[in-house]
């Protein structure tokens, strides 16, 4: 077998980091890249510049009842008062 057909084996089976493979960054990709930020469209661009919704295309989100949902608030008050009391008991830096 030629050399440089051993020598490409080799590089197809070297292991990568998978680490490195998912980081696209813009010295990576083509000049027209843009990567987004995982959100899938919910219709599409007419010829004119329109866009239209799809309805199909928009989340829907399931809500449990949360009618017998007994809700506990937590009042600021006490954790900033404790806040400010725990802060000036510091010596504060001379200048």
Same mark, same amino acid.
Do not use: C, W
């Given at each position: 077998m030629p050399l440089g057909l051993l020598? =490409?084996?080799?590089?197809?089976?070297?292991?990568k980091r998978t680490?490195?493979?998912?980081? %696209? *960054?813009?010295?990576?990709?083509?000049?027209?890249?843009?990567k987004g930020k995982n959100c899938?469209?919910?219709?599409?661009?007419?010829?004119k510049g =329109?866009?239209?919704i799809v309805?199909?295309?928009?989340p829907n989100y399931v809500v449990p009842d %949360? *009618?017998?949902?007994?809700?506990?608030?937590?009042q600021l008050g006490s954790y900033s008062n404790w806040f400010v009391s725990f802060c000036s008991s510091f010596p504060?830096?001379?200048r």
């Open positions: 020598v =490409g084996l080799g590089r197809s089976f070297r292991r680490s490195s493979l998912d980081i %696209l *960054t813009t010295k990576r990709v083509p000049r027209g890249f843009y899938k469209p919910t219709g599409f661009h007419t010829r =329109g866009y239209v309805q199909e295309k928009l %949360l *009618t017998s949902f007994k809700i506990v608030l937590m504060t830096p001379a």
